[in-house]
Every structure is written in C-alpha cells, then in structure tokens.
C-alpha cells in the first residue's frame, strides 16, 4: 500500500490483512483523525483508517529492527519475536474504538473509546474479533490488553503506547504532512535504528539523544500550533453546543416523528448497543446536522449551521485573576440576544509534553531511558537542555469563547464587551484607566 | 491559509473570503475530490474544498505574474488587469457544482455539474450568488461564462480551462501529493513565470519547453497510474449498480416508509431542485448505504456492504477481438449465483494526454504554444519528441469485472472461468490448446 | 553516515569501511561529480565520493532485498549471498579511476578512467589493492571484472552496469537533488522491491513497469536539460582549450622554469605512473589554471581567466545542412582578432536514452525484461507507449561555439556574423532573402 | 538560477549580475561553505558561492516584502526603497572575504575576513570595486558600512547581521540541505511575511512566533548537531597543527627551492597584498597538502596525510574539574612517540542561541522584538518558553583531542590513557577506585 509518511505499507501476514478487510476498520476511512481541526488547516482531511495502518507500518519495522539485532535467546531481556503479531495487531487496531468527533462525543453521551475498543476487540459479534480468535482462543484478549498497558510484555507495551511509541510517532509526522506545517517533522529513520529492548521496556542509545530531543520539542510545538488552535477548538465548541441542544431537544420530545435522528437515538436514550455505536461515522452526524439546518427550534438550526458552514466563535485568552469577569461578559452576550449557554463557553487545553517518574504523582508515565556506551542509563531530560525546560509543565492556555457579532462596532453592549478585550487576552477594564 | 502544495493561499480580496464562507462552498469539504480512489490509495482523501482554494492561488499567482510583467497598454494583447476578479472568481468557483461521487452520480440520475456549477452562481436563492451580485449585476453571469469557455477574453478561459491550466496543475500536485506517488510533479514555478498573455489567450516562452513537457508526461503517468487504477474503477462500478438497484427498488416501491433515502427522493424522482441537490454530499449518500446494509433486499444489502467495507471486484483486460467472450463469462458469473446485472460491467478509461488542432476533429482543443525568440510561435509537440509520442492517441483500457469468488478452485465453473485469463488480459480458452 | 538521498548509508563490513578510508578513495572528495556543469547549476558541487558511497548503498540494498526473497538453493538462477561481497566493492570502487574534468582530460592526455580503475584495484601499491587482497588473493581481479562485464555472474555485473544499474540510480537521484531540478526523481524503493535475479541477470515483475518507465524518462530529461546544457559544454570546450594551448606551450618549451605546472608533466610528456595519476585532483588543476592567470601567454592566460571566473562562449545549433557555413563564421571570428582554433569549436551531445537488443548493431545492450505472472518476460518498449517513443534514437544536438564578443552590435563583421543566427540555430542569411 | 534552497534566484539589477561575474565573487565557487566538516557530513560540499546567492535572495525577498507591504511615505520608520541596492549588495558580498578554511587560516596567518571584506569592496584594485562604483563613488564604502553594522538605516543593517538575518536563514536551511540532517528547517516564508520595518530596525508580528522561535530552536539544534560534530573539529585540529608545522618549518628554513609553497610564501612572511590573498582557495591549499604527502619532515608530512586521507583524532569532553588531567594523558600520547604540541589539543565550541539586550553585557545583540496587535513590542523570550530556556546561556563543549593510536589494547600506556576514558568524559582513574 502506497503511503506519503511511509512510502509504502508491507502487509506480510494474512492476520493483518483480514483485520484491514473487516467492516470496523474499514469504517475509520470515515472518520477524520482530526476531527474539527480541518476547518483551520483545510489539508487535514486523513482519517484514522489512515494512521491506524502508519502505526501498524511504525511497529512492523520496530519488530524488525528488534529481531535483526537484539533477538532474545531466552531470558536475556532481549526480542522475543513470538510478540510481533500481538504487537502488529495492537498497533493497527489501537484506534478501533473511536468513534466520530470523538473527545465531544465522549463528553455529550457518555461513551468511552478505550472500553468500545477493548468491547470490538473481544465482543464475538465482530468481524475483527473472528478474526483475531482464528489465532487462538486468548488472543483477542490478549491485544486489547497490549492496548489497556497490562499486557506482561513491557516492550510490547511501551511500542504501542509511552512518551515515545508508534501511536505518537506515526500522527506527529502524518498530521505535520497533511497540515502542510513542518513542526512535526523528525528523524523517524534514527530513532527506529536506536532503538532496543530490554528487560524492562525499551530504550535508546545514548547517540539517538538528539534525535529524540527533537521529537519532544516537535510534538511540543504541534500541540501550541495545530492541536491546541483557538479555531478549532471553537468549532468543538459549537459541535459540543450542538449535541447538548439536540439531547435536551429529544428529552423535552420536541423532534418531530420523521425527523428523529434515528441512529443518534440509542444514545440520546443512553442505551446502545456495540453495533448502534458501529454504525455512527462523520457523515452520519453531519447527514442530521444538513438536516436540523431546516429544523424549527432556531438554536439547534443556527448552531447546525454554523457548525457545518464553519462560522466559529471568536475567543481570548483569560487567567485566574481575570476568570471572575466572565460573568460580566456572559451578560454582555446575553444583551446581544445569544443564549449564553449555548453560545459562550470555556475550554481548556494542557498538554504535558514530557515528563519524569516521581513517586506520588497523579500522572505516572514511561519516561524516556538513554543507554550509555557502558550500558548504564541516563533519562533524557538530564541530557537536553530543552526537553528539561518543558519537563512535567503542563503548557496551553484556556479561553473564553463568544460569537463574532459582539465585535462590530454598534450597539452600546458591543464597545463595552471590546473593552475587557486586549492583544487576544481578557483584561479588567477597571485596571486600564 | 496553510497549503501544503503551495505553502500559503493568499485571500486578499474580501470577494474571495465571503465566496469561501459560503454555505455552498463550505459544502465542498465534505466531498472527496477523488471519489474512490482512496479505496486504493489510502492518502487521497483530500476534499474538492482544498483543490479549489488551491486553483484559486494559482489563478492569483498568474494574474500576479501578468500584471508585473506584463500589464496592458490598451489594445496590444497584454493583460488588462480589470479581469482579475472573474478570473480568481472563476478559479475558485470552478467546481462548485460538483456533487458527491460525480462522475457515477451523474450516470445514474441525470444530473449535470456544468449546468449546476452555472446555476449555483446565477440563482439569486444562492450565498454565492448574493456574494458576486454585490461585484455587480452581471458579474455572475460573467463568471459562469468563464467557467462555461463563452467568456470573450481568452487569457481568462485559458487560465481555467485549457491543456495546461490552473485547475489541471493544481489537481495533479495535489492528487500526487496526497496519494504519496511522486508522479505528479513538475516545476509549477517555472511554467508559472514562462506564462505570458498574448492577443489570443496564453502562451510560454520557449525556454519553459522542457517544464511544460515534463508538466504533459506527469499528467500522462496519473491517468495511467491513480485515475485510471483498476480497484478504484472497480469500486466505482459496485457504487454504480448499487444506486442503480436503489433506483429499481424504489421504482418498483420496495422501499419500507421508515427507510426511505429521504434526501435522494427527488433524484429517484427525477424531480429536483437546486437546494436538494446542495444537501447532498459522500456522508449523505454513505449514511443511506449504512442503512441499505439492513436492507431485506439481497443485491441491495450485499452491494452497499461492499462499497462500504471495500470489496473490489476482480478485473481483466479486454480489446475488440476479445470483447465477444464476455458473454460466456457472464454465463459462469450467473452459475456461480451472481446476477450478471449487478455482478458484472465492462468499463473504459481513456485520456487523450495531449492534442493538436485539427480542422474537423472532435474534440477541439487549444493546443500549447511556445513562443520563440524572435516571437513566432511553435507548437508543443513540434519541439517535444515525448510529447508527439503521445499526441492525439487515447491511452488507456477496457476491463470486465467480476466477483473475486470467481477466482476460486472450486466448483467446476470457477476453474472453467479462469482459462479465459491470462496475464490480466481475457483470451479464448480455444485458441490456447 | 547521514545522507541527502539515502537518509543513511550502512556500512555493515570493515572491508567497506577500510575502502572507503583509502587514499585513493578520499581523493575523490576532491574531484567534483558534473565536472562544469556547477557553472550552469551552482549546486551541484557534490564530489565522486559522495555519488560512489551512495552506488555502494543502492547496491546494498539490492543484495539485501535479493537474499529476503530469492535465496539460492543452488542452481535455481537465484541469489547466491557469496556473491554479496564482490558486488559491494564493485559498486563502490566503480569510479575510482576517475580524475579531475575527466571527460576532458582523457580527450588531451589520452588517459582512460576504466583502465586506471583496474589498474588501482589490481596494483599491488595502491592501499584499494592492499584491502581487496587480504579477502582473497583473485580478489581484486575478481571486483576488476565486475567493473569490466567480464565476470560471469551476470546479476552482479548488472547490478553495477546496465541500462537500470546502482550507478545511474544514484546519479540521477543525487544529480537532481543538488541541481534542485526535479526531473531526475523516480521511485527507487518501488524499483528496488520489484528486482528480482533470474538465470540471466536481473529482471523486474511487471507491476513494477510504471516506475521503470519513469526512470528512463527520468533519465532522458536529465540528459536534455542538465548533462546537454549549453552553458556546461561551453565551459568544457574552453577548459579542452585551455589544456591544449597549454600542452602546445610545453612542446614548444614556452613554460619558465618556475612556472611549471610540476604535477602536469608527466602527462605533457606523456609518460606518467599511477602514482601521478593519483595526485591529480580539481584543485590541483585550478591552482595551475590560477598560476596561468599571470601567464605572459595571451591566449593560455585569458582562457584560464575565461574558465576561472566563468565567462562561458555563446553557441547555437546546427544541422549536416548547416555545417558548412562554419567556416564562413570562423573566418568572422577571426576578423574579431580571435583565433578559431582556440575561440571556436563544434560539440555534439548525444544519448541513447534506450535500447533494445538488435543482432548486428553497434551498441549492444542488456534491454529491460519484465517477469509477467506466468513468469514468461516481455521487453519494457513492448509495453510502455512513452518508452517506445525513445528507444533506439539517439536524442542531442551539435553545437558551435563563438566568443560572447560576436554579439556585439558593431563593428560591421560582428552584425554579418548575427545574420547567420535565428532562435538558437544556425541558419543560411542567404536563403532567408 | 536554478536554486535547491529556493528554487530559483531572480537577477533583476544588473548591477548584481556583474558583481556575481567578477573574479573574487567566482573564486568563492572554490570555497566550501563548511570547511572540514563535509569530513562527518559527506553531503556538504556547497561552496561560499552557493550561499552567498542564497543569502542575496533572501534579501530580495525581504525588501520586496517591505516594498509592497510597508512603503514609507516620508519619515514614518517604514521601508525606503531607495535603500533596495544597498542591501542587495551587502546581502550578496558579505562573505567575500572568506578564504579556504577562514577560521583555522585566520588563526594562523592573523588576517581577517572582516578586513578583507571591506578591502575588497573599496579596494579600487578590484573588479568588485569598479562595478559598485559604477553606482555612484561612495557606494563601495556604503556596502562596507553595513557589512559593518555602521550604516545609519538599521532595517538594511539588521537585514545582512541580527539574530535573525538573511545570512543565518540561509546557511541554516542550506546547510540542513547539503547535510541531509532535517534540523535546520523552519518556515522561512512565514517568518519573511511577518517581518516588518519599524523606526529602530525589524521587527515580527506576534502571530510568528512560533516560526522564529522554531527558527532559533532550529539554529540550537544545528550548532549541537552539526557545526560543534567533533570529527569535524577534530580535522580542524589536524589543519591547524598542519598549518602550524609548516609555518615552523618556513622559519627554521627546511623548505627545500623547488618545493616552496609559493603562494603560502607572502603569509608565512606575514607581509601579503590582497591580490595574494585572492588567489588562495581550497584547491590551492590542498595542492600543497598533496606536496607535503612527499615532504622528508615527518610531522608535515604525516599531518597532511591525516588531513588529506581524513584520518581524524578522536576526542573526549573535559569540564574544568577534570582540566587539570590533561597533563598527565599529553605524557602517555608523547610515550606512545607522538609530539603533544602536534598530536593532542583542546578545543572549545560554544553557542549563544539567542541573547537580550543588558546593559553592561559583553555580547551586546540586536534582541528578537514582536510586534502585538496594538503596536507595543515584547521581546521574544518573554512570550517562548522554549527560547527562554536557552537564552543568554553559551551552549558547546570542551573536547581533548588525540591519535586513536591511543585507543589500541596494547602496550601498557595505551591501557593506562584509556583508564580516563568513560562515556564521552575525561575522568581522573584515581576517583574510580
């Protein structure tokens, strides 16, 4: 399979074919892996079909490299290759469970796409699970706990997901392609080479430290430049506005009989089954969202359409010290006739770009391990200067949310709200004169 | 806007940034601009919203080039900067008209994206349509005219549609870009600052020979290569009968009241209008054949699973004298329980990667012309030896598909069927012995 | 070792490693790959080293791929991996024998690079010689013939020299990289994957056409527009003057003694040891070309200064028709006070950008075989229109080459001189009345 | 010109094309750009030349972007175009006082390329002279100026030489390039959009500041990766104790008549005109190194073999602490037969990434100022975490470098010198115990 990030895809084993094949996985060629965030860059449009089989691509030369030089004679800490299915499996499939626009659905209905994951994985109802049972009863089992990190094997484990995996390697350079920037870019080729097992995971020689420096810093900067964008973070803002006003709609029953959005209502009943929630894709929610446009109810049909014709709510940036004037602007918004609930809002984005191992933590993470030419091993941020400086912050920023309108120049309303606004940041105008 | 073809799409002019934000524009983000085609090349999943942007900023990048370089002093066939605007109106509006899956869409319902694309933009019911009117009265009526070829200044139409024009540069970088092939480019730079206007519509400067050629032999290698990709050929033909069954279905009222394909109704109807058909895009149609996945209807249920979860149809070469075959392939493809109907089709593809005027012929081209030091003109494949190779000739193929069961060992009738191919070609079993 | 092409060149064997540490094979550090064509294309300043290591890396590559999937058995027209070390060294060492300007340089001195790359191999003093011995005392004769087709396994020696070999690989890919043109780019990985040995060399399955294809014209295209370039081969006419004037100098002892170009003499007296040979380099002949600056002869010293300091001749094409008419221009140009023997020359650059095998012709060649899926071959013009298009045609042209100075508007014998030039050719003013 | 970095340069003044046709600008093509460190990075064999185009080209780009963007209008800290030449110039020649190998040279023989520059911009000796003058008379001195930083306009001044210059944005994409390391990339048109004239200099809108900050990350990453390499500064030692050797040798009158370095001579006597020093380049150097292979002195003649043949020192890191050691192994490297002074070295490579103005300060730089949406500056330290983090601090490190001799198992003071060795690090035997 021709691939931009990979040149191309080798497939070499029938399991792994079969499982591309089946109607779970062929269903992620409808769902964009970025989800809103194509509205700011227009080229973003892959889908997680496309990554997930990146990922597999990212873990199939990992298997590589590991058995050509370090294979295991037993009980040496080293590759032993009667892993590599599980972990090709786990890779391609670590993604199966997402659903559309994912992080929003997740919140509206409940739903959770590491468990659904697990669920396709094991439920003997699916086309992948049949798949994966033709290798031996445990095995589906057996991957979804690769992916849940409670598989035995820690370098299979730590392939699939730490600091440093396919999983994160494969989207960095994928969506940096796809975007048309350049700040996911790294040497892909150098780190797989440096990378070895060992008995407790997996580490690095000590001269691939700049090669996974620069991976720390770039998966630093997509999350500030693309990941973290006020656009489109606005634009999940309203898909989220949305959904709420859609739920609240069917509870207080006011969808007409042929216009319920009959593949939504298992969940708006909060009672699905596995193959309702298989049956959802993008074009799904954005068939009914085309629809709610000529809807009566004037929220659902102006969010509707401010979701699917990309009118996004503008935003500033606030801090502690200023989160206590939101309520003076929400009032503002409320003036100018938006119902606050469903067209203001505040959302937060951290990110923790890398961390250390500290006893007691709430985030406990695989930090990153450098092998020295002595064999002894050095973590990465005592090495590099950088990655040390974003070490265990979490960077972002969190914002407020309101509609473009409150930006023209009349009413009255309008020039105060502009008032509490300053270089993208929310300030007191009491504190300015 | 970040692009990765071309870096950065300039909007300078609020005209372009209103057309943009329009409802029917934004529309074109959720349709794939290469249809099937990334059932076989899984990176091609890029939207007709980003090529059109794209052929916008080519279309400005040229009118930037005429105008430095050569500005119009009244009457001396050099560029009047006065067509700017229909110009990159014209680029960025080119394809509005197109719906989802187009090219089999149109076969199936009658419908016509040329005409669409004129009405789109002289329906007063349209945002773009309101966003020209404010241009002026007849700016519209200008912009589809460009796009129609009727526009009188021919440096304008050229631009747009002719052998080497914005919209064919674009797609080619871009499809090449997205499919991960590298057969696609050329140096659009190059050709981009050789361009030049003249009385009769556009030229190139001799030296820009080897860029243009190079820009001819790309095209020639993506039809061959991606466009006319048996498996994406063969998926258009599943999608092809499955909306043909639809058709039938519906015609012969087999559709239940509570399944019915709402949004396709006046298309089955053969009674639509121009908002209908604005609804629609691939989620809408996807959405439907989710359903159809339930249906009772045999053929119906079988052919949408396979369009969904990527079943191809198996395929072989066919020429004139091979052609009177097929019938007895059909026969076997019935034994083995398919409906032949539904089962089967011959398709062509045919390019005609370069041509020449010819008083007489049909289809007229404009053909490339050089321009030479002493300001004679000489036309492309007079100087290109590559490019008079493939003059004038359709390229391409004919192909019968089949059901991938034919290729099984058993039963009888499989095996029989395979002695028709050889090589990827359908030869006579008879004059083998 | 980082590589632009190649991301990474591996050097698994310490015979490798200790070839390329040589003296004789750092010296091609020293000696640019395009000869004069940075004067036309400023970046390509690349050396023979960096294309040598970069042939050992495709080769590589090739016998990795070869022993993965078709491993000898013995006597099955498979791999056989003990051919693996004969063909590395090959590849590498296969343009050890060149020297500064080649081309030129063996047109006045009569030297010839692939005698001297044996001769360095198999000379018992040559640090190459003293690492190829210690595998085996045949060794060094054995990687001679490789170089020289005369060893008996075909795939190696095709490996290193065909119409699809490592070394033009690499020097179209790396060419095009330094140049920055994109004309010479192919899919390597896609070639590579697709070779495969059989009894009688190396052949490709036919799914692999396409990129063979676009390698020949990849080829072709280069050829036209970088090696063919009338900028490069003018530079080359005044530096093959420069050498001649300099060697009429030394016969007729017009050199002082402090002046002697010492490292040049034993090729003016046409007695020169390998030992010489290999001292040579392009900074020893720009130091005597920079020495020659000063030199009281006119014609040496402003030829030098032509070369040094890029100032190149005009040219212009001819025809058999036309090639009469040069005497009449020589005799203008020394109207001029130029000498035509040094200010004037003729230059033909021709390629054969394919060929197929023909009993009885001059040229003969290995064509290129593809393997169909009953694995019977079909020769690579029989199936590719564009291929077919260029195979067996000698493409190029001649050229005759003029001081800049001729283009002047006066005196009067530089007007009569233009009159015999029309859009870069050559043509006869007397039919033009 | 075709262009790798930029894929083309546009010649627009003819002031600019002679100046690249002068003799001291077409010696630079025999001039590399990275000295010895196409050693390590075989790639980067790009000449002075090369980059200096590239360097003119950027500057093109910015006064375009000025110039369409920003037009002063009398006064009001915007871009005068009249100040276009006079970049132009200064971006084109800023290195034309580069000699083969600067920095090891300068260090020898005590000239300077600053000097130089400026000599040979006013110099009425030189072409480069005669074609600036041409301008007007003190335009020579003017060009000096800025190369200088003494010009009065600081938006020209800042253009060639900041913290961000046309100089470093080449080199450190061109660089990246030739090395086919992907450091060194950032998003050079983002940056040249953002960039605007202000009273006091340039500055950048706040909404690049990921794109400079990734360009100051890009440069960090550059100098840790490939100018502080340590072959590369190893082959730097060699050259200089070369240098050095012959410089003894010169005094102490070893030099046999008919082996004398004759354009070395004017340097070794310290007393040279700048017509000696433009006729030196690599090629003229490493002609001597060739001759020095030969030479009966037996340090010259091994050195310039290690040099020639690339036969690097290896080299470990030293900290202040452990300083003191070095003694002690110079000891064991003169038991094994090795004159310390030519044999062993220290060498020290810091960076300073990116500085703030202080008052007081030794390094006083032109600080990065972004401009926020209501016109007031902050500094670009104050709003990148990433950038604080290697503010103002000198980042490199202290090497000691030594024959690889040393690093046999044999004899005993081989053993006792690597008992220093650990990871990289000197460190004293006697705290191991």
Partial sequence: MRD?????????????????NTKEFQRLRRIRQLGTANSTFHGAEHSRFTHSVGVYEITRQICDTFQRNYPSK??????????????LCAGLLHDIGHGPYSHTFEHIFGTNHEELTAAILTSPETEVNQVLRKVSPDFPQQVASVIQKTYPNQQVVQMISSQIDADRMDYLLRDSYYTGT????????????M???????ITFHISAMHAVEDYIISR????QQVYFHPVSRSMEVILNHLLLRAKWLFKHRQFKANNTPNLLLPFFENNFS?????????????TYFIDWCDNQDKILCDLAQRFLNRKPFKSIKFEKATQQLIPQLQLLVAQAGFDPQYYTATNNCYDLPYDIYEPGKNHQVTQIKLMR????????????????A???????????FFPKQMLKTNPLFCRKFQKYLKNDWLIDPASQV
Same sequence: chains 1, 2, 3, 4.
Avoid: C
């Fill in 4 to 20: 931009p990030i990979h040149s191309y895809i080798y497939i070499q084993s029938p399991v792994i074919l079969d499982l591309i």
């Fill in 373 to 388: 030419d002595d064999g002894s091993f050095i973590e990465l941020s005592a090495v590099s200067k950088l990655v040390k």
């Fill in 390 to 400: 974003i070490t265990g912050r979490f960077l972002g920023d969190e914002r407020f």
């Fill in 195 to 201: 990378m070895r097992p060992y008995q407790d995971g």
């Fill in 220 to 223: 630093f900067q997509m999350y």
């Fill in 74 to 87: 037993g009980n040496d800490g080293l590759w032993d290759n009667r892993e590599r299915l599980v972990a």
């Fill in 274 to 286: 596995l193959k309702d929630y298989l049956k959802l894709d993008d074009g799904v929610l954005n």
């Fill in 182 to 193: 350049n700040y996911g870019t790294f040497d892909l080729q150098r780190i797989l080479r």
